[in-house]
């Protein structure tokens, strides 16, 4: 039954018009069509996040504690002559493995109205990062990739958040980076610090982070401290109050 | 017990405002650490692209007699220079000041213009005051973390009017080491050989390149210098026509130079001698029927121990930093690989498996590294290899030559020779392969760069 039908319908000078009675039941059967169309119509899902957001790990020389966990011989060639690039900087990265464009389905002939695919983690984080502007990670090539950091740190899967708090999170992460300076030798793998912050409802950092779980270098949780709070004011967060933050060189 | 009252509340105030759903997870997390926001996510920052804090160095106010209208300007230049060659701290470009360019007095234990100096841009500033004290200047400095607004570095520097440079390098170290922990070394030096006055001689320079000067002469070849930890001698071989090569010291201060240990293996060649991390021993490479042997013995020439026993060529011995094992060359395979051994000559593995012709290994400071040379087609290329042998990277690559490295004593760069301009200079890189710089200007053959230690 088309639109234009029903407006006829109800158009008492128009052609075919109706008795009183018939247009108030067309007029609740028309509602109560709506009202079921509505309480079909999926709500919008909270979007699924780990605990943690991660940034891009950029190149850094490979520590050998925390390398690929089997040997990883690199050929010496012997024979074949090789490009001679002044310097080498190690290591090299592999394209970003998330750059992959998607296979665009094709239109159907009839549009469908269907309920809404659960979003991943991936793909919300993703369109939060293209709404932010920040740039797709770089995943390392196969043989760099580090081994995750053996830190304890507690993991709490399955917590829900918003949002407006996974992009307030990755605008402060991305904040934070840009006033981060990491000399070469905080770059190693297992140094992880963990600090606290009291967070003003303007974003502002309020007195001195507090570190719950020292990296065992003190210099690189004074560095984590000094970040933050040149940092400071932070984007202003969804709700005031304390936050943890962690620094660690690797994802 | 304190600690005990807060974890319990910690749970207590997690779970109340937890819903039923995610209490487990929530458990989780307020177990593991005293967080903020059970519910909240911890944010992870992972490092970016900086890598050097910017550091306001102030003219430091000078009260040392005789007056000179230039000496605080050339100390701020030279500490600048200083904290550049580091590569962890820059100084902070004039017009970017937004507080005093002078040091008026030395701040107390707090400071009210943090917020402006860390506006400007600048992660630190350095103050001081210059005096003089029994006949030298005396430089007093602190440095200031502009974020947190904490004094973080303190000290006093004595140096004669005429080592202006080491002075500002020295305080150029200290603000590094500030930051970081690990001091600079801008103003360590680096020993090498050179024949541009005639024969083969030592030569030290600053780690910059700069003020080379001689630190042997005579009419014998010299070759691999080594300095002792302590760096108040460097050990060379001296090779004099129709005698065995043999060990001597050169000596600046506490030892006696000439030769060292004449009284053992008189008649066989003393190739080599490196010292171990504590300046007592050394790994002395020696000839035994034939061929190259290392042994150990102490640096008064007791306790000669033999460490291989291969009846191969067993040369280029380094230590590790805690003096426990040694990193070596070895033909025993049919070409020249890296081995390494204990400081008895047990638990020997082959350490290298790629190349045809590896050789000059030197173990870094911090012990995560073996920065080594091998031949790729006609010459030499700088490679890192990791102490297990899992990781094994191109450092340095040119199509001329590029030998014997030598680490920096903040394992943050490394020395080395190469003929990439023709005959042999010095050469610096960090240790991710950039920054490389020339330390020689084409003076003759400069070769065997050896790093000395920290300044002190």
């Not at chain 2, 102030?58 to 200083?82: H, M, N």
């Amino acid at each position: 039954m088309s639109a234009e039908r029903v407006m006829q319908w109800l158009d008492p000078e128009g052609e075919g018009g109706l008795s009183l009675r018939q247009a108030m039941l067309l007029s609740l059967a028309a509602h109560l069509v709506l009202v079921a169309l509505l309480s079909l119509t999926p709500t919008a899902e909270p979007i699924f996040m780990p605990p943690s957001i991660s940034i891009d790990l950029l190149a850094a020389l490979p520590s050998p504690a925390s390398e690929a966990p089997k040997p990883v011989p690199v050929p010496v060639p012997v024979a074949k002559p090789k490009p001679k690039p002044k310097v080498k900087i190690l290591p090299k990265q592999a394209p970003s493995a998330t750059a992959k464009p998607r296979a665009r389905p094709k239109p159907e002939p009839i549009k469908r109205r269907e309920r809404p695919k659960e979003m991943s983690y991936d793909d919300a984080l993703a369109k939060l990062r293209k709404e932010i502007g920040e740039p797709a990670p770089v995943v390392a090539a196969p043989q760099q990739v580090a081994k995750a950091p053996t830190t304890g740190a507690p993991v709490a899967r399955g917590v829900k958040i918003s949002p407006e708090v996974a992009a307030w999170m990755l605008r402060t992460k991305k904040h934070i980076r840009s006033n981060l300076i990491t000399p070469l030798e905080f770059r190693e793998s297992g140094l992880v610090a963990e600090l606290v912050v009291e967070l003003a409802a303007d974003g502002r950092v309020m007195g001195e982070p507090e570190l719950v779980r020292s990296s065992g270098n003190p210099y690189y949780d004074d560095n984590a401290k000094r970040a933050i709070l040149k940092s400071s004011p932070l984007p202003a967060p969804p709700k005031a109050g304390r936050r943890t933050i962690i620094f660690t060189p690797e994802e | 017990m304190p600690s005990h009252r807060s974890w319990a509340g910690s749970d207590s105030r997690c779970i109340g405002r937890a819903g039923l759903v995610l209490a487990a997870a929530l458990g989780l997390l307020c177990a593991g650490s005293p967080r903020a926001e059970a519910q909240d996510p911890a944010i992870v920052v992972t490092p970016g692209d900086e890598r050097a804090f910017h550091a306001a160095v102030q003219l430091f106010k000078d009260e040392a007699a005789p007056a000179s209208a230039e000496r605080a300007g050339e100390l701020r230049r030279l500490i600048g220079e200083g904290m550049e060659y580091s590569g962890v701290l820059l100084p902070l470009a004039d017009d970017a000041f937004l507080g005093e360019m002078q040091t008026q007095a030395l701040s107390g234990r707090r400071r009210y213009d943090c917020a402006d100096w860390a506006q400007g841009g600048a992660d630190a500033l350095v103050e001081g005051i210059i005096r003089r004290k029994r006949q030298q200047l005396s430089v007093e400095y602190q440095v200031w973390d502009t974020a947190r607004c904490r004094r973080i570095a303190e000290g006093t520097i004595e140096q004669p009017d005429s080592e202006m440079v080491r002075l500002g390098r020295l305080v150029a170290d200290a603000v590094v080491k500030g930051f970081t922990g690990t001091a600079g070394v801008s103003g360590t030096e680096i020993a090498f050989i050179s024949d541009r006055s005639g024969e083969r001689e030592v030569w030290v320079m600053d780690a910059d390149g700069g003020r080379q000067r001689a630190a042997t002469r005579g009419d014998s070849i010299k070759s691999f210098p080594d300095w002792t930890p302590d760096g108040g001698a460097i050990l060379y071989t001296s090779h004099q026509r129709k005698k065995q090569p043999a060990l001597f010291l050169t000596s600046r201060g506490d030892y006696r130079p000439g030769p060292i240990l004449t009284r053992i293996l008189d008649d066989r060649p003393k190739y080599r001698g490196v010292f171990d991390p504590t300046g007592e021993n050394l790994a002395l490479v020696t000839s035994l029927n034939g061929a190259a042997e290392i042994f150990r013995v102490d640096r008064r020439g007791r306790e000669l121990r033999r460490l291989t026993r291969s009846g191969a060529i067993d040369i280029s011995p380094s230590w590790s930093p805690d003096g426990t094992q040694i990193v070596f060359i070895s033909d025993r395979s049919g070409a020249p690989q890296l081995y390494i051994m204990n400081d008895e000559g047990g638990e020997l593995r082959r350490l290298s498996f790629n190349g045809s012709y590896n050789t000059a290994p030197a173990w870094s400071p911090d012990g995560k590294w073996i920065v080594y040379e091998t031949r790729v087609g006609g010459q030499f290329d700088i490679w890192l290899i990791d102490p297990s042998g899992e990781v094994n990277v191109p450092l340095v690559s040119h199509r001329r030559s590029d030998e014997s490295p030598a680490w920096s004593p903040d394992s943050r760069k490394i020395a080395f020779s190469s003929t990439r301009r023709g005959k042999a200079d010095i050469y610096v890189v960090d240790v991710n392969g950039e920054n490389l710089r020339r330390l020689t200007e084409r003076q003759g053959v400069n070769l065997q760069p050896s790093w000395g230690p920290f300044a002190r």
